[in-house]
């Protein structure tokens, strides 16, 4: 620890800091522009100067720059100095001579960053009256508006795209006063983490697009702390409702999970939300079995929902319940209880249960730990195996953007640049890389940073892993017949790790196969001999996977062997489309053969339309619930609005189905603590979950957290078309959360924040004083609990069944999933921006391939794979091997859940031959 002192009063602050990152963690206001606590220091904007002093007896000083100034023992700064005061007050001036007087109908408008150093400044009359400079703006994509006009040129914009997202089609341009932060001409940005630019935009240079569609202030959006579900990172976000819809979403701060940022499908995918094919009363259709085969539907009051169900489930012979990898533990917990164990299915292929249970077995009872996002940025060498992590966990990949960064900046310290330098460093660096390796079917946006990058079939990459497992320990299986380049790469990888004082291992359920996984985990275990243990970080497919893993339960095609050997003749489905967990005609031959279908849903999807019933479950802005993420952490939502119509959770559908069926013990569940206090005791392995949130009644000087902004305006005029008189606030039994702007204002548990605001500080970096210290964790901790941590073992449990090479056949093709970021998750699509940027269905193959086959880019070919038949357009994939070839993964209309698969193509001509 140091001591430094300001305004002639001492302060311990920590060692290697400089003084405004010190200052802010004290809770002192300093105003700061191109400083940002993930991109720390360049000292462009001059706004943060602090006065320093040699000691006690100088009563002068000099002006410095507090983000570009070691806070080491002894400084002495004032930061109330008149002298420099006026200096800051100056710069502010000097900002808004060429910024425009449009605040009122800025979008960043009362919540601007600018608004808020300018106020803390003391500057409030411009004294400027020349003309401005003025700039054109450019189209940057369905997410983001552009006005250049409002840039104070604080670099932020282009340090974010290019340094820390790695992002080459954002640039600065121009010099001095005519500086220009865009592309090189109008078009889509083309990083997965542009929207991040809003928030990191002190300006209005950067809005959010799809919310000035719908305009509201931010201080009039009702907000509660909420978790992405569009993949299995966790991240943690705020969504913003008003007049009942969805509005926007802002990224939540959890030190260990995301931090400061997004990716753009789980800020921009929120739309669903809204989407014109929610389902929001209770429908009944007559179906074939009742001799009426009209097939029309009707709406329904729940009651009568509840008893035709009820009866379902008294005269039938026999129920199932399935599951859901989007549904929340609650819901899960809800329908497996309803059902019964032994009938609760996972809703899930067989291929994504088998690899959920195994990495769960693999974290749980190997040596290996599972990371956080914060571990993650710190490994020194990694080694990525069998996944596209930038489509499948994006947060996961800007995680590993830093760690890329580790080794190289060695070179750095042994300059004493210290870490927050950010332009010394890259100098120092310069375009060093580091030990990370990349082992993927195809190429993948990391590639950028990697020192080598090896594609190959699933089983070849497979290989390579258990080639690097044995370098590591030479107990371990031999792989024959490895081509010797590889093997040289799995000894440099090997070695590499070795040397590594964080080593990480990165895989995941990407490429379909179990042999990837034993790899990783192999590698992983090899490292963890001898007293030090590696980190094992797997990438889940969906929000919830691994906490519908860890409840258990049969897979999909389990399911429908129960329906078909005539076990049950009724299913309950929960928040699931089964066409896109199996094969089109699995599924209506299951759906044909069951006498009555039941859904819980928030969206009509082909399922639904095929079912006797449907119930409006909630999404998760209208919901409380828990979900599990990747790396085993649990963590809650909170429902955001009160929805329309007969839409209620889903939990609480099946409660009220068990109530109606006499199940007396169902009305005790009044709240997601009961259910959660009935999953804990049903499954031990869930019994932290009831730590990870205040309970329902928990209050802070008998007050209750308001989701609604202290100046939130309009109660009554946004009813008027109702009543002339304010209407009663909907109460919340369920969480500590209150639907109103009345509660308790102060600083709220870490897991109960709604929102990040401060005196003085109404935009985004209000977050720091939310901090214990600036860009470490909140005040009493981040949110979340972890469910699975490494076993104490005596003998390693390795995996030593290595598979064989691959070969290519004559006339048939390996078609794996390839993923992307917009398309490939089932929900996100349903928003306008992310559709409109998701790729049409495709065939994938490398370019000397397609070229051998006499096949361009654009040609449509037909695919012949698991008995189904597409006619897509050949687009080329770089890095797929010969012999296989790939298909969209989740994009409409192509089936992933049962690739990887062998399967045929063909033309017009014939059938294509492999050259």
Not at 29 to 41: K, L, T
Request: glycine residues 8%; neutral net charge.
């Amino acid at each position: 620890m140091a001591t430094i002192y300001i305004d002639n009063k001492p302060y311990e602050v920590k060692d290697g800091n400089n003084l405004l990152h010190a200052c802010l963690s004290l809770g002192f206001n300093v105003p700061y522009f191109c400083w940002h606590p993930a991109m720390h220091s360049v000292g462009a904007c001059r706004q943060c100067a602090v006065k320093q002093f040699k000691d006690e007896k100088d009563t002068r000083g000099r002006i410095v720059m507090s983000c570009m100034t070691p806070a080491s023992d002894g400084t002495r700064i004032s930061i109330d100095d008149p002298e420099v005061k006026a200096f800051r007050a100056s710069i502010i001036e000097w900002f808004m001579t060429n910024h425009p007087h449009d605040c009122p109908v800025c979008d960043e408008g009362g919540e601007c960053h600018l608004q808020d150093m300018t106020q803390m400044t003391g500057h409030v009359y411009r004294r400027f009256r020349f003309k401005k400079r003025t700039y054109n703006n450019q189209y940057l994509g369905p997410f983001l508006t552009h006005e250049m006009n409002r840039c104070i040129q604080c670099y932020r914009c282009v340090r974010f795209y290019r340094d820390y997202a790695g992002g080459r089609d954002f640039d600065v341009f121009a010099s001095h006063n005519h500086v220009y932060f865009g592309r090189h001409e109008d078009g889509v940005l083309q990083n997965e983490f542009s929207g991040n630019l809003v928030e990191v935009c002190p300006t209005g240079v950067f809005d959010d697009k799809t919310f000035n569609k719908h305009y509201t202030r931010k201080w009039d959006l009702q907000t509660a702390p909420s978790i992405c579900v569009h993949c299995g990172v966790g991240c943690n976000t705020i969504p913003g409702e008003r007049y009942g819809r969805l509005r926007r979403i802002r990224n939540r701060y959890n030190g260990e999970v995301n931090r400061y940022f997004l990716c753009d499908r789980g800020r921009y995918g929120y739309e669903f939300v809204n989407s014109d094919r929610r389902i929001r009363r209770p429908l009944l259709r007559p179906t074939p079995h009742d001799g009426d085969s009209s097939g029309g539907e009707s709406t329904v009051a729940g009651e009568e929902a509840l008893r035709h169900i009820a009866d379902l489930l008294y005269f039938g012979a026999g129920v199932i319940g399935i599951g859901s990898p989007r549904a929340s533990l609650e819901a899960n917990f809800a329908l497996r209880s309803l059902v019964g164990p032994e009938h609760f299915y996972s809703g899930t292929s067989d291929t994504d249960s088998r690899l959920v249970a195994m990495i769960i077995d693999i974290l749980s009872k190997g040596p290996a730990r599972s990371p956080s996002l914060l571990e993650v940025e710190s490994a020194d060498a990694v080694f990525v195996l069998g996944e596209d992590v930038t489509n499948t966990a994006p947060v996961l990949a800007l995680a590993l953007r830093r760690s890329a960064r580790q080794k190289p900046m060695e070179a750095a310290r042994k300059q004493h640049i210290p870490c927050w330098d950010d332009a010394a460093t890259r100098n120092a660096i310069q375009d060093a890389k580091g030990p990370f390796y990349i082992a993927a079917p195809y190429s993948t946006r990391l590639e950028d940073l990697s020192a080598h990058s090896y594609h190959a079939a699933p089983d070849d990459l497979a290989r390579l892993g258990f080639a690097v497992a044995h370098e590591l320990n030479k107990a371990l299986p031999y792989v024959e017949g490895l081509p010797e380049q590889v093997r040289s790469l799995a000894g440099s990888i090997a070695g590499a790790l070795k040397d590594a004082q964080r080593p990480l291992i990165v895989s995941g359920t990407g490429c379909g196969s179990e042999a990837v996984i034993q790899a990783a985990a192999d590698i992983a275990w090899a490292l963890s001999n001898g007293g030090r243990r590696a980190d094992l970080c797997f990438t889940a497919p969906e929000c919830n996977s691994l906490g519908l893993g860890l409840m258990g339960g049969h897979s999909l095609d389990g399911a429908f062997r129960a329906v078909q050997e005539g076990a049950a003749d009724t299913v309950i489905i929960l928040e699931n489309d089964l066409y896109r967990r199996a094969d089109e005609g699995a599924v209506n031959n299951f759906l044909g053969r069951v006498k009555h279908a039941v859904i819980i849903d928030h969206l009509t999807t082909p399922t639904s339309h095929k079912a006797e019933a449907a119930l409006p479950a909630a999404a998760f802005a209208e919901a409380d619930g828990t979900l599990v993420n990747s790396e085993g952490r649990a963590q809650r939502f909170y429902q955001v609005f009160v929805p329309e119509g007969g839409i209620q959770e889903s939990w609480r559908w099946l409660r009220d189905i068990m109530i109606t069926t006499r199940r007396a013990y169902a009305r005790e569940w009044e709240n997601p603590d009961a259910v959660m206090a009935a999953l804990a005791e049903a499954l031990p392995v869930f019994k932290q979950i009831q730590d990870i949130a205040p309970p329902a009644g928990f209050r802070i000087a008998g007050m209750k957290i308001p989701r609604q902004h202290q100046r939130y305006s309009g109660r009554t005029a946004m009813f008027a078309d109702i009543t002339v008189f304010e209407p009663r606030p909907p109460k919340d039994p369920d969480s500590p959360l209150s639907f109103t702007m009345e509660g308790y204002q102060g600083r709220p548990p870490s897991p109960l924040i709604p929102r990040f605001w401060s005196p003085g500080w109404n935009s985004v970096q209000a977050v720091n004083k939310f901090q214990s210290e600036v860009g470490g964790p909140l005040h009493g901790g981040d949110p979340g609990k972890r469910l699975l941590e490494p076993a104490e073992v005596k003998e390693i449990p390795f995996f030593k069944a290595i598979p064989g090479a691959f070969v290519s056949r004559k006339g048939e093709w390996l078609f794996i999933p390839v993923y992307h970021l917009f398309g490939s998750e089932e929900m996100s699509i349903l928003s306008p921006g992310i559709a409109e940027l998701s790729p049409r269905p495709y065939l994938g193959l490398n370019l000397e391939e397609a070229n051998n086959l006499q096949v361009s880019a654009g040609e449509e070919i037909e695919v012949n794979v698991n008995g189904a038949v597409y006619q897509l357009p050949v687009r080329h994939v770089p890095g797929l091997p010969a012999g296989v070839a790939g298909l969209p993964a989740g994009l409409p209309g192509v089936h992933k859940a049962t690739l990887p698969a062998w399967g045929s193509l063909s033309k017009t001509s014939g059938m294509v031959e492999v050259v």
